[in-house]
């Protein structure tokens, strides 16, 4: 199913301003290297997941789902001149991967990488958030919802990717335990009157969360 006309998306991108070289040397090593490198942000995201940060300009940052790094970048352009970013990856050829690319940035010292199961990671991190961004398995998203939001301040923000999982979600009957679990997830969220959001069609859907 084509989600999103491909010649808008190509006109968005095109009409995005363009990422900077440490992201273009991510993009290009994922998309040589990686079996599954359709699960990197991109261009298009990358720019929307910078814009976010860099109008919250949050202190405290968590990732679930590194990936090769490119989003832990993308988020990090915002950071308070004193802020961190958590990232987590349970795969660990994956987070090697990122923890390359992240000595290369200049903001190194503000991304932390933790590896192994992020139910696990997530309660052991004593923070209090401003920015999540959750792009991990999608049968665990209500449960990574669950553990995180009392941990996010009051007006903060999580941004949720693959919403539309591979526009699965739009069928009158849906099968396979990931689009169930997402739309599982989007019902959760619509019903939960802790929150407001904003589903948006950017790629494969982000929905865009703040806590009341």
């Known amino acids: 199913m084509e989600i999103l006309n491909s010649l808008a998306e190509q006109y968005c991108t095109y009409f995005s301003s363009g990422q900077d070289a440490l992201l273009q040397e991510i993009e290009a090593h994922t998309n040589q290297h990686h079996g599954h490198a ?78 192994g199961n992020a139910k696990d990671i997530i309660q052991q991190l004593d923070e209090e958030w401003d920015l999540i961004f959750i792009d991990a398995d999608k049968v665990s998203y209500i449960e990574y919802y669950e553990l995180t939001l009392p941990r996010l301040k009051r007006g903060g923000w999580v941004l949720v990717d693959n919403v539309f999982f591979h526009g699965q979600v739009f069928s009158e009957t849906i099968t396979g335990k990931n689009a169930k679990a997402i739309d599982a997830f989007n019902k959760h969220v619509a019903n939960d009157l802790r929150v407001e959001q904003v589903m948006m069609p950017i790629r494969d859907g982000i929905m865009l969360i703040r806590k009341l």
């Not at 940060?53 to 990936?67: A, R």
């Open 38 to 115: 359709h699960m990197l942000s991109g261009k298009w995201q990358g720019k929307f997941l910078e814009m976010i940060s860099m109008m919250i300009k949050p202190t405290k940052v968590l990732e679930i789902g590194s990936f090769t790094g490119f989003s832990a970048l993308c988020l990090s352009k915002g950071l308070a001149n004193n802020g961190h970013l958590h990232t987590i990856e349970i795969r660990e050829e994956d987070a090697k991967t990122a923890i390359q690319f992240f000595e290369k940035s200049n903001v190194n010292s503000q991304i932390t990488m933790h590896v």
